[in-house]
Each structure stands twice: as structure tokens, then as C-alpha cells.
């Protein structure tokens, strides 16, 4: 069992200054994750090499994986900092655990980026179920089982950034809208009363940076801490665009 | 005449209730968040939200004895005409959340699921996997955006709420707030205000909150002069999983679905759980509370836990821990109703709990505490009045708390799958009841209240914060956080000693000494998260003190606070004669407690320490009675109970009878 664990953190104190390098060196305890260690840097805010910095600023809020705040590419992969166990990171790499914020979203400080743009998408793509009110009108539509399941997965997207930064289509080049949206989309399309504005969900996406933008790079469902599986829910929403293509053609 | 607005802080189950119901009614809502409301510690909730339904009606459920369960849980510290009112809604709010899309579990036919949770008989509880507090508060933080984009709604989800602005007349016209990223403070004017602000587990370190529940916003009402009341009643669950960063819930749901807690009868026993034959296996509570078996209330769950830890059965050598074992269930059955929460234990132990039994301990994990808030009775229902400004609103006029935040729905207890109803429930009426305190508004509206207002109030926190940057002290906050948890949860938890919860409010008061000598790691005026965190515990430490000191006063045993001097010891007897005339005498001393100490605690913000005083308990509907769960000879004390109830109304009646009667 090591005495410390070595963390190589890239920091960048204000969006418009450079980024450095700072590598802090903590005690280790049994059961750490990356959060408790930089909660340690937090409460010492001093380097490997013995000066004084500030602490290390990150987005964290529930800690158990439910959240969806403390993304972050922990040795080159994206993933939630909170279920990132040292001792797993330790197989990967003896040496250090390299943080690094995600790339694909403006940097506010450190490991802290702006996903803001996630939000705006379920704005785009009408991620909600269009009740007439919250006045008591009896129960909801009935639902069965099998669609229960098929639906709860898609219900657990935390909205934190893992498949946008995976993803090869969203860079500077292209406007791609990104998995999460799309797989909101399939969940709302395929509800009961969620299906009754469909059509909106799939105008949406068939705009610019919409679906046709997925280059099937496959990576999304690979990092999704939450296991949905966003490109099934890509493939439905292709063919529930061609079909609305196909009907808005017919009925012009 | 400028517009009205409402600002709405927090953006939890209660906060997004709220504004969603604000803006339905017209309203345009300001609603500011320390994050985006999406990752609000509402998801954290697991196991369910409590309502009759068809299927416990016809096995002889009904509102009613919701209401009742919940204030014998709580240990009939509530006002009852709020909760009455709050149960009355559920089999309501249900039918909303199931109209919003949330996936509740489904039967075979397409209906709700529901299962069983703690302190009742009864399955109540509708369920979406183990995720159901994610699922619900997603539902409404998706009506939000739609409101947000029919510009009713504008978020600030990078907004930290420092203070409310109170005017001369005492009436809250806005509030003050601090960008969590330019660190720029600014004023928002508003006609009503209202904290959905949450919970306070930080004060106690370590527990099941998340990291933004530091109860900060709560002491600044405090501070600002918002009564607190029943502080000391905090819960602690009896189920969480230890780790070094948090305590992680193990929902009660894992008992519902037939969770077994036990230590191996033997304490040397060094084999591996599963080597242990199950005759060898203590299940302490099925033992012990045969009715209720795993599921009874959460306090006497923990109490029992923590006890059975202490006498030496820990299964954990280095800490305390017992067993929660679900290995005897069918793995398909435990991935369909529990994978949620079994993905957590996996994640975070590495160990499969449908393997292997968990390891658990109980760990702080509500407040049932909070911001005082007033009611007004509808004397047709013995309900509430929907629509009065007064329901949910504080002292301070135009100033509302719901949520966590408030004191209103749990007592003394919480039982489990309640706070999530109780949170939508405050959400939804508190809209209407803000339109009508606006409807009543004589003066102008916030915005036409002099600038002069706002400016002194921004000033003054811009100048608390420039004197917090610039302390040349040598303290770490971060350490005085850790003592301040330590010395909470040592002394101020699961048992209670006057004399130690004495020390612990003068090691408050020197950790207050201390913290003023507090010394700033970061200067930056960015995103300067250290500067949050220090002066939300500067916030953290007036509220403990509130807490404490209301642990102290109350010198009883009622629901979470448990004080083993003032223990009322169960009769024991083994003659009926005598064990009557004890399980009498217990009823006399119970009914003289009750007339001392079913009381609220109200603290008010003093500099020098919290003045407490009491209130009287509205129990115009259901007479308290002793809560027996357990107890030793509860048949013969709920028996005697009876007995000397019927006795007094008797007597009641023949005295009002005579009143006035001509001699």
C-alpha cells in the first residue's frame, strides 16, 4: 500500500489566462477516491515541492454519482471524479493520476468548465412532457412494464458531459448537438404523453448540428457513467427522422 | 407600476415545485441556484414518496392514517392541520409526478408499483427503480425549462444567496447574492421571497448530504432574524455506508424489499458473513420489534445499530458496522427493484452486495429542523387554508421557507419516503399563498422601494467579504470544519448527555473564537470556492449553536432526541397487577413529560447565542399518545393509555357539562 498518492493537475486560474501544470503529493487513505484527495489539497494547498498555491478549484455536489457535477478527465479518460477509486487508478498508473478538465466546454477555473450548452440543448429539443397544468386531473397514462424499463435508463442521464467529451464530432468545426439531447428525445418521443409534440423534438433535430451531424464514433455509449445506451437511442432517432422527413414531404 | 417578481432560492424538489406553480399562475420567477438545479441534493433521495392508493384503501389505509403515522413517527411534535393537509395531497401529487413522465415502477397491468417503507404498515410508497428522488426532480426541472423558455423563469444557477433584504417596516423586499463565479454581490428585489435552501448535514462533517448542504443560506435567514425552530431534531439514518469522503445512504428500500440487519450471535466470530449459518446470525431488530421486524422507524433503527455496535458486535474491526444482507433474494428481482442503489455500494466498496452482505452504520442524514413558518387552519377540514398568505410564510413578512428547510412536516422524526412529498407538497401551496400575500400588498412593489435599500445591503456584504479576504489570521478552516463535525456528531447525534452537549457549546464558542483568526488560501475574486466554503462556515457555526443549545434545553426522549437520563423505563413486571399499576405510573409520568415538552423550539439569533423560548404544539386533531414501537411492555402501556384516556374525557365532559349549569 503507498505512503502518497502523487495527483498531476492542469490549472488554469481565469478563462482568459494560461494554463499550467501542478503536481501535489498526499497522504494516502484506504477507500480514497479523486474527490478526497483534492479535498486534502483543498484544506493544504501546498505542491509536491513544498510552496504554498491555492486550492484547487472543482465542481462537485453529491458524491454519488447521481449528480452529474464532478466530470473530469481523470489519466485521459473522461469520467465522475467521485467514483474514481486510487486504488483502481493505481492499476493504471503506479506513479501519479492526472487531472484534467474536460476539454469540449469553456473553462471557468481549474477543473471547473461551463456545460451550459447541454441545457440550452434539452431547451432545443423540447425535453419535457407538455401538460396542460398542475391542476389535479387524475392519474397519468397507463404503462407497462416493458416500456418502464425501456425508458427508466434513458431517465438517468445526469446531463454531465461525458458523451460530449468523447465524442470526435463536437469540436470547433461542428455545432453537433451531442448524444444527451438526442437520447432526451427518444425518452419524451416514446412516452405516452410526450409523443404528442414528437414531431417539434424531431424538427429540432433534424437542423443543423442535429442528428446527421453523429459521425458513429461509437464513443458516447462508452464512457456514459450511467450505462444508457445513447447509441441505440441515436439509431432510433434516425429512423424516427427519416420518417417524419418522409410524412412532412407527403404532406405538403 | 413596475411588475411584481417572486425570488425562488434553491432549485430542489421544493424550489422547482414552487416556481413551477409560481409561474403557472402568472408570476415571473427569479430562481437562483449554487449550481445548476439539475444536480440539487434532491437526487440523492432513493427509496420513494408515501400516498394512499387503491390497493392500501382496500386493506384499510386512508389519508388518515397517513396523517396518523406520520405524526405518531414524529412523535407528535408537528402541527397537525399541515401535515393532515400535506397527507390529504399525496394520492394527488402522485398522479401529477406520474402526468410529468416520471417512470414509477409498474405492475404487471400498468399500474404504479408501490412497496413498503419504515413506520408503517401499509405499502405506500410509489417508486421509480432506486432512483426516485433523480427521477422526480428531474420531472420538474423539465416544466422549469419549458416555463424558462416562455420566459416566466429566469435561472441564476451560479448564485450564492448571502441575506435577505428586510425594509424598516420588518417586510422582506429581496435578496442579496453573490455570482459564484465573478464574485460580483448584487441585489434582487422581490415582492416574496422564498428558501427551498435545503438541509444543514455539514455542520456534523461527515454525513449523507451533499456538498452544497452547509445550511448556509438557512443561518442567514437566522442571522437576519427568521426564528429556528426544533433544531435539535436531526436525523440520523440508520444505514450508510462509511467512507472517507462522505457517507454514502443505503436506502431504506433495501429493507423494504426484505433487507435483513444482523451481527453474528457470537462477537469473536471471525468468520466471513457467509460461512455464518444463519442460527449463528443475530437479527437484532426482527428480535426485538417483531411487528415492525427491519422496518422500524429510522430513529430506533439507528439507536439499536449504534447500541449493538457499542456491546461489542461491531463486524467492522478497525470501526462500527453491521450487516445489511440482501443475498437471500433473487438477483433479478434485487436488479429490477434496487439496482440503483446496489450500483452505488458496488462503485464505491467493490464489493456485490447481492454476494456478499454490506457493511453499514447510521450516518446524519436530515434535518427536520428549520426556518419557522406559520399556517392558517381551514376550520371545515381541520386542514389548511390553501391560499392563505400565512402557510409556509416566516416571521418576517414576504419571507417563505419550504423544503428541507422548514420546520413543518416531520416532528421529531422523519419517516422514510415522506420528505420528498413533503417537499412538493410545500412547493405547490406555497404559490398560492404568495399570490395572495401580493394580493394584499398596500405599499408599492419591491422594485419601487428606494435604491438606498438594496445599495446599504450589498455594501455591507461586500464589506463582510472584503474583511473575510483580507484576515491575516493563521486558522484553516478546513480544520475548524472537521472539529466542528467531530464534536456535532460526537455529542449532539444518536445519544445525548447534557453534560457533553454542554462542552460542545463552548467548544462552538471557542471554535467561533478561532474562526475569526481564520486565514484565506485564495485571494482570487474568480470562482474562489475557499472563500465560499470559509464563510459559509463562519454561517455553519451560528446554526450548530442553535442546535445544540435546543439539544441541551430539552431534557426528554422524543424522536431522534434521545436522552438516556430522561428515559421513562418501560414496565417489567411479571405480575399483571403490578405491571399495571407500572405501565400506569409510566402513563402519568409520559402525560406530565408531554405537558412540559411537546413544545416547538424556537431560537432566535442573538451575537451572543441563540435565546430559545417555546410554542405550543397544534394537536387539535389526533391526542398524542406514547410512541410504543418497541418499547418494553408497549401492549400494557397502549392498554393502560386508553383506559386513563377514556377516564379523563369522562371527566372532561362531566366538567364542561356542569360549567354554567345552575347549582
Request: proline share 6%; glycine share 8%.
Amino acid at each position: 500500500m503507498p505512503r502518497f498518492v502523487t495527483l498531476t493537475i492542469q490549472r488554469q486560474d481565469r478563462p482568459e489566462t494560461r494554463r499550467y501544470w501542478q503536481t501535489f503529493c498526499i497522504p494516502y487513505v484506504e477507500q480514497m477516491n479523486v474527490i478526497s484527495c483534492l479535498q486534502a489539497i483543498a484544506a493544504d494547498p501546498t505542491t509536491a515541492d513544498g510552496e504554498a498555491t491555492t486550492p484547487v478549484a472543482w465542481d462537485c455536489n453529491c458524491l454519488e454519482e447521481v449528480c452529474g457535477a464532478c466530470s473530469m478527465n481523470i489519466n485521459g479518460r473522461v469520467r465522475q471524479a467521485c467514483t474514481a477509486l486510487v486504488d483502481a487508478l493505481l492499476e493504471e498508473n503506479p506513479n501519479e493520476i492526472r487531472l484534467e478538465p474536460m476539454s469540449k466546454f469553456p473553462i471557468v477555473r481549474d477543473l471547473i468548465v461551463d456545460r451550459s450548452r447541454m441545457f440550452d440543448a434539452l431547451k432545443r429539443v423540447r425535453a419535457w412532457i407538455p401538460v396542460d397544468g398542475y391542476y389535479h386531473i387524475g392519474p397519468g397514462p397507463r404503462i407497462s412494464p416493458r416500456q418502464q424499463e425501456e425508458a427508466y435508463p434513458l431517465t438517468r442521464c445526469m446531463t454531465c458531459g461525458c458523451c460530449l467529451e468523447a465524442c470526435p464530432q463536437i469540436n470547433n468545426a461542428s455545432d453537433f448537438i451531442g448524444a444527451a439531447a438526442i437520447s432526451q428525445v427518444i425518452l419524451f418521443n416514446d412516452h405516452p404523453t410526450g409523443k404528442l409534440i414528437a414531431h417539434e423534438r424531431l424538427d429540432a433535430i433534424m437542423e443543423p448540428g442535429g442528428i446527421t451531424e453523429c459521425g458513429n464514433a461509437q464513443n458516447c455509449v462508452k464512457v456514459c457513467p450511467k450505462d444508457i445506451p445513447l447509441t441505440d437511442s441515436i439509431a432510433k432517432a434516425g429512423r424516427q427522422t427519416s420518417i417524419h422527413a418522409i410524412t412532412r414531404w407527403l404532406s405538403r | 407600476m413596475a411588475e411584481q417578481r417572486v425570488v425562488v432560492i434553491g432549485g430542489g424538489l421544493a424550489g422547482l415545485a414552487a416556481t413551477m406553480r409560481l409561474a403557472e399562475s402568472g408570476r415571473t420567477v427569479d430562481l437562483l441556484s449554487l449550481g445548476p438545479v439539475k444536480r440539487s441534493h434532491s437526487v440523492c433521495a432513493q427509496g420513494g414518496i408515501n400516498a394512499v392508493n387503491a390497493v392500501t384503501r382496500q386493506l384499510g389505509d386512508s389519508e388518515w392514517k397517513h396523517f396518523d403515522d406520520t405524526v405518531y413517527g414524529g412523535d407528535f411534535l408537528q402541527h397537525q392541520p399541515p401535515v393532515k393537509e400535506m397527507c390529504d395531497w399525496g394520492p394527488k401529487i402522485i398522479d401529477l409526478l406520474d402526468r410529468l413522465g416520471v417512470m414509477f415502477n409498474r405492475t404487471p397491468e400498468g399500474h404504479r408499483d408501490y412497496r413498503r417503507f419504515g413506520g408503517t404498515l401499509f405499502p405506500r410508497t410509489a417508486f421509480a427503480g432506486a432512483t426516485t428522488g433523480q427521477q422526480l426532480l428531474y420531472a420538474l426541472d423539465e416544466q422549469v425549462r419549458w416555463w424558462e423558455t416562455e420566459n416566466r423563469v429566469y435561472k441564476h444557477e451560479m448564485a450564492e444567496f448571502l441575506g435577505p433584504v428586510i425594509d424598516e417596516q420588518g417586510i422582506c423586499r429581496g435578496v442579496v447574492a453573490q455570482d459564484t463565479c465573478t464574485m460580483v454581490i448584487r441585489a434582487f428585489p422581490a415582492d416574496a421571497v422564498v428558501l427551498a435552501t435545503g438541509g444543514c448535514g455539514l455542520i456534523f462533517g461527515k454525513s449523507t448530504n451533499s456538498m452544497a448542504c452547509t445550511g448556509a443560506a438557512n443561518a442567514r435567514a437566522y442571522r437576519a432574524g427568521v426564528h429556528y425552530a426544533n433544531g435539535e431534531f436531526v436525523q440520523v439514518h440508520p444505514t450508510a455506508i462509511p467512507a472517507a469522503d462522505k457517507l454514502r445512504l443505503m436506502s431504506e428500500s433495501a429493507r423494504g424489499e426484505g433487507g435483513r440487519v444482523w451481527v453474528p450471535r457470537d462477537p469473536k466470530d471471525a468468520r466471513s458473513a457467509r460461512e455464518i449459518p444463519d442460527g449463528e446470525r443475530w437479527y437484532f431488530l426482527e428480535e426485538r420489534y417483531p411487528q415492525y421486524g427491519n422496518l422500524v422507524p429510522r430513529d430506533i433503527a439507528t439507536r439499536e445499530i449504534f447500541s449493538v455496535c457499542r456491546e461489542g458486535y461491531s463486524v467492522d474491526p478497525h470501526g462500527y458496522a453491521v450487516y445489511l444482507d440482501l443475498t437471500h433474494i433473487p438477483r433479478a428481482d434485487l436488479d429490477r427493484k434496487l439496482a440503483g442503489i446496489l450500483e452505488i455500494y458496488e462503485k464505491f466498496q467493490g464489493v456485490d452486495p447481492r454476494d456478499e452482505p454490506m457493511k453499514i452504520f447510521p450516518g446524519v442524514h436530515y434535518t427536520m429542523g428549520g426556518l419557522w413558518c406559520g399556517y392558517e387552519v381551514d376550520p371545515h377540514t381541520g386542514g389548511l387554508k390553501i391560499g392563505a398568505p400565512a402557510n409556509q410564510m416566516t416571521n418576517i413578512p414576504g419571507l417563505y421557507a419550504i423544503g428541507e428547510a422548514d420546520y413543518q412536516y416531520h416532528g421529531a422524526n422523519r419517516l422514510g419516503a415522506n420528505s420528498l412529498l413533503s417537499c412538493i407538497f410545500a412547493g405547490l401551496i406555497v404559490s398560492p399563498s404568495i399570490n395572495a400575500y401580493l394580493g394584499n400588498l398596500s405599499r408599492k412593489t419591491a422594485a419601487d422601494s428606494p435604491s438606498s435599500l438594496f445599495e446599504h445591503e450589498v455594501e455591507r456584504h461586500q464589506e463582510a467579504e472584503h474583511r473575510l479576504r483580507n484576515a491575516t489570521g493563521h486558522e484553516n478552516p478546513y480544520t475548524i470544519h472537521r472539529e466542528l463535525g467531530e464534536t456535532m456528531t460526537r455529542d449532539v447525534t444518536v445519544v445525548r448527555h447534557n453534560k457533553n452537549i454542554a462542552e460542545t457549546l463552548s467548544t462552538l464558542d471557542e471554535l467561533t473564537d478561532r474562526y475569526r483568526h481564520v486565514r484565506l488560501s485564495d485571494a482570487a475574486d474568480w470562482a474562489n470556492q475557499h472563500l465560499a466554503f470559509t464563510r459559509a462556515l463562519g454561517d455553519m457555526l451560528e446554526l450548530a449553536k442553535a442546535i445544540a443549545k435546543g439539544a441541551l434545553l430539552r431534557d426528554e426522549c422524543r424522536g431522534a432526541h434521545y436522552k438516556p437520563e430522561f428515559e421513562i423505563p418501560g414496565p417489567d413486571a411479571t405480575d399483571q397487577d403490578t405491571l399495571r399499576r407500572q405501565a400506569r405510573q409510566w402513563c402519568e409520568r409520559f402525560r406530565a413529560r408531554n405537558e412540559q415538552w411537546l413544545k416547538t423550539t424556537v431560537a432566535e439569533y442573538h451575537p451572543a447565542g441563540p435565546a430559545i423560548r417555546y410554542e405550543e404544539v397544534d394537536t387539535s386533531l389526533i391526542p398524542p399518545r406514547p410512541r410504543t414501537y418497541g418499547l418494553k411492555g408497549a401492549g400494557v402501556i397502549d392498554d393502560v393509555w386508553k383506559v386513563m384516556e377514556a377516564e379523563r374525557s369522562t371527566a372532561e365532559q362531566r366538567y364542561m357539562g356542569s360549567a354554567g349549569a345552575p347549582q
